[in-house]
């Protein structure tokens, strides 16, 4: 399967839409993640390390927001736990059915679960690791506790969750810092200007960023005992805790 270059907004746009994880995105989803989130191939390596730690044997890992399973391939490679599977779920019609070929083209004897419904409404349970990938962010502000609870609830005791997010910052400063640098790694990638600020407008309603501490703090509440921010590239940062 050939990746295509994401040129969704190269052109000017007469109308600008909400961003949706559709078809177009689908189609140029491998271009467009690697050259919009700083150091993400480190980020899914790295995630499929510590799942393959904390793995334990005849549970499952899910993989929460799963587009087109990087995390969940990666989670594949590294857990070597008796009887585990992975449940990887999306509610993208597009990401699923792709993420399905993919998955045919493994030959990884890990047993995978593709399952197109909302997160919101997913059933945790005899989980030893979860991964939300950049997909908290996508949720409304006023579910995340719920969900993170529902995780929590659904762990077994030593289990992990780890989340990356795209952060926001609450000093002033610090905020411009990453968002300058950010901006000059999309461009280093070879987004335009228009396509920038264009995708930046799309996703403005859609894709709401936490500070850390916000995540932190939301993670104790839930009962998690130790939290830990393991990664951190610009604005983009990954936490993991454990129950």
Known sequence: MVDKADNIYASPLAKMVNFRFDE??????????????PGYGTLISNIGIIAGHYAKPNSDCYDLGCSLGAVTLSMRQRVKAEGC???????????????????GEDNNRV?????????????????????????????????????????YDGLLPGGVMILSEKLAFTE????????????????????????????RSALENVLIPETAETHRQRFLTAGFSQVEQWFQCFNFASFIAIK
């Open 172 to 199: 002033v400063p610090s905020q411009l810092f990453q968002q300058e640098l950010h901006l000059d790694f999309k461009r280093a990638n070879g987004y335009s200007d228009l396509e920038i600020s264009q995708k």
């Open 111 to 151: 047993p995978v679960v593709l399952k197109q419904e909302d997160i919101v409404d997913s059933v945790i349970e005899k989980a030893s690791v979860v991964v939300m990938n950049f997909t908290l962010q996508f949720i409304a502000p006023e579910s995340r506790d719920a969900i993170i609870q529902k995780i």
């Open 24 to 37: 177009r995105v689908a189609d140029v989803f491998p271009d467009m993640i690697q050259r919009s989130v």
């Open 85 to 103: 599977r992975i449940i990887a779920i999306d509610n993208s019609t597009a990401m699923i059915e792709r993420a399905e070929r993919i998955m």
